[in-house]
């Protein structure tokens, strides 16, 4: 080997000792290891940031961007209440998310399957007062082992076709894949329900405003108009939503306060007193299509203004004290709704027009978002840390996930590329209003994407200095010594090995044609040992940098770079242990 190849390994090896290590944030590990291979040479001058404009790159920020838009259209909120609305064990609701995920992903890109079904995981794990960890690296393995049952399902599956189109004249078809894939799927499938908990139960490091911040007695109120779906609906089917959250506290019927038994039946035009937190209070209004403030819309002042919600706490200097909102006219002088108000210690009664402020209370208003900074600093108001709230805000229906579908069919049609595809629907969502730009920064996660672009070049160092050659030239020196179904779980484990230090098509490239190579110098079928290869590519259960799907879970599950070989590891062996027997049972070597 030469310096430059020894120099590539110890790099890698000592950036995976400090990732597993964990004392420093992944982001700030990948920076320093690319700053070193830059300084030894490994990593030219000129490609150090190459990692920036990567395909790979674009596609996770977009797909955070597009999943966003689709948790906050409220849709799937709406589905897991009709189609799974008591369904509350962990282990039952990661049965259904790891099954459609891994289904949706044979036939769909799988990162797409997996943007679809995060903000289920996120709704369920409300529901189940758990960590959303417990759902979401088991979903992305879901969302690979569901790639191998098609063609179309990952990108190794095309480019093997291809290469095998090359080497015999004929190319592998859709289903080819479908008989051991299925087996790995099914069987990984099985593991992933039964073992999900090792991974351990982690939060973001990274605190959010809304998980710092915790106000669960807002009052508020929504109106029943003739477009809302509780009409004739019990009190206990409105509040189900909220997951126990929120509670209806009266009723108002005309002049008359009804007190809301379990029973109690709405009608048209009744006003509904709700108590809670925000996203329980949201999750009532927007399934049920209730109108809050009367429906009184802030007016156009700029076409480039958008309607939001703010949070502020009343002050000492506040004129809003000893006053309702009724009495300030606040709708009519200051062009604002309020929506909630919070009172620490006590429970309020009265309507909410009516509730005369005091020091220390916390209110909700929403107006135009250029205008309400100034405006909570006119009322004498303290705003508190920006955090998202949905109460209140604008809908776009099906707007987000028909935008994602498209971009989802653009890709499976090769209509256009899966990182065209997906920044389009990312602009797509901004454009129409599925997710208001000023949270569009937040939803990107910097540190990930940032790890992802300094960790490209570093691992492409491997490649341009030649050492998968190497490791190549080891295979092929060793394994003819071995039987047929060792020679077969070699070229498996090598093309996993490879995967986390190449992107999966890019391994298919470089492994492939040795895989082939090989299989012939034994006196073999190609056939199985190419489908190994594909497998091995997409199958990196072992680190987040491996497979795109994996990097998308990281950020907002809240792993660390050791917690993927703890599930990973085992899935891994079941892969190679299922793999080499149902391969040889269905490409027969000879």
């Known amino acids: 080997m030469t310096t430059q190849q020894y120099l590539a390994f110890a790099v890698i090896i000592l950036m995976m000792a400090a990732f597993l290590w964990g004392k420093f944030r992944y982001d700030l590990v990948a920076m320093c290891s690319l700053l070193i291979a830059v300084l030894l040479g490994v990593v030219p001058y000129d490609r150090a940031f190459s990692g920036f404009s990567d395909e790979i790159v674009i596609i996770v920020g977009s797909a955070l961007v597009v999943s966003a838009g689709v948790a906050r259209s409220g849709l799937m ?68 082992l569901g790639g ?43 593991y992933l329900v039964l073992f999900y908990w090792l991974v351990p139960v982690r939060v973001r490091e990274d605190l959010s405003a809304d998980e710092a911040i915790e106000i669960r007695n807002y009052v508020s109120e929504a109106t029943v108009t003739k477009n809302a779906s509780v009409i004739g609906k019990t009190v206990v089917d409105i509040v189900r939503p909220a997951d126990k959250g929120a509670r209806i506290t009266s009723i108002v019927r005309g002049e008359h306060r009804i007190s809301p038994l379990p029973d109690s039946v709405v009608a048209e035009g009744d006003v509904l007193v709700l108590e809670g937190d925000p996203k329980a209070l949201d999750a009532i209004i927007s399934n049920g299509k209730l109108v809050l403030s009367k429906d009184r819309t802030p007016s156009e002042v700029q076409n480039s203004s958008e309607i ?76 508190l840390a ?3 709230i949905l109460l209140g805000s604008v809908r776009r229906g099906l707007i987000p996930l028909f935008i994602l579908l498209v971009a989802i069919g653009l890709t499976a049609f090769g209509l256009l590329p899966v990182p065209i595809a997906f920044f389009a629907a990312a602009v797509a969502m ?63 484990l090598a093309a996993m090995a490879v995967t986390p230090f190449l992107n999966n098509a890019a391994t298919v490239l470089v492994m492939a044609p040795i895989a082939s190579s090989f299989a012939v110098g034994l006196g073999f079928k190609p056939e199985a040992f190419l489908m190994a290869v594909a497998i091995g590519a997409g199958c990196d259960f072992l680190t987040p940098i491996g497979h795109q799907c994996n990097t ?21 062996v079941i892969i190679v242990l299922v793999a080499v027997p149902a391969l040889m049972l269905v490409w027969p070597l000879s």
Not at 106 to 128: D, E, H
């Open 430 to 492: 901004v454009l129409f209003k599925a997710i208001p730009i000023r949270e569009v920064y937040s939803a990107i996660d910097g540190p990930i994407l940032v790890m992802l672009a300094a960790l490209i070049p570093v691992s492409d160092a491997l490649r341009t200095t030649g050492g998968t050659d190497v490791i190549a030239q080891l295979l092929t020196t060793y394994a003819h010594q071995l039987p047929p179904f060792a020679a077969l779980g070699v070229i498996l």
């Open 148 to 190: 191998l049952m098609t063609q179309i399902g990952t990108s190794p599956n095309i480019v093997v076709s291809r290469v095998r189109e090359e080497m015999v004249g004929q190319s592998f078809s859709m289903f080819d894949f479908t008989p051991v894939g299925a087996m790995l799927a099914a069987v990984g499938v099985v």
């Open 308 to 383: 939001e919600s703010i949070e502020a706490v009343i002050t000492d200097i506040s004129p809003l004290i000893g006053l309702s909102a009724t009495e300030m006219s606040l709708f009519h002088r200051y062009d604002v709704n309020l929506l909630a108000v919070s009172r620490q210690g006590e429970r309020i009664q009265d309507r909410l027009g009516q509730i005369r402020f005091r020091l220390g209370d916390v209110i909700v208003l929403q107006g135009k978002d250029n205008l309400l900074p100034n405006l909570v600093r006119e009322l004498g108001c303290l705003p």
């Open 77 to 144: 909120e709406a589905a897991v209440q009709r189609f799974v609305p008591s369904l509350s064990s962990v282990r039952a609701q990661l049965a259904v998310l790891v099954i459609v995920v891994t289904i949706l992903s044979a036939f769909v890109k799988n990162i797409g399957a997996l943007a679809i079904m995060m903000p289920i995981a996120f709704q369920f794990a409300r529901k189940s007062n758990v960590s959303p960890s417990a759902f979401l690296m088991p979903m992305a393995f879901g969302a690979l």
């Open 386 to 388: 920006k955090r998202t």
């Open 552 to 572: 998308l879970v990281m950020g907002p599950g809240g792993y660390k770079f050791s917690d993927y070989p703890r599930l990973g590891f085992p899935l891994s």
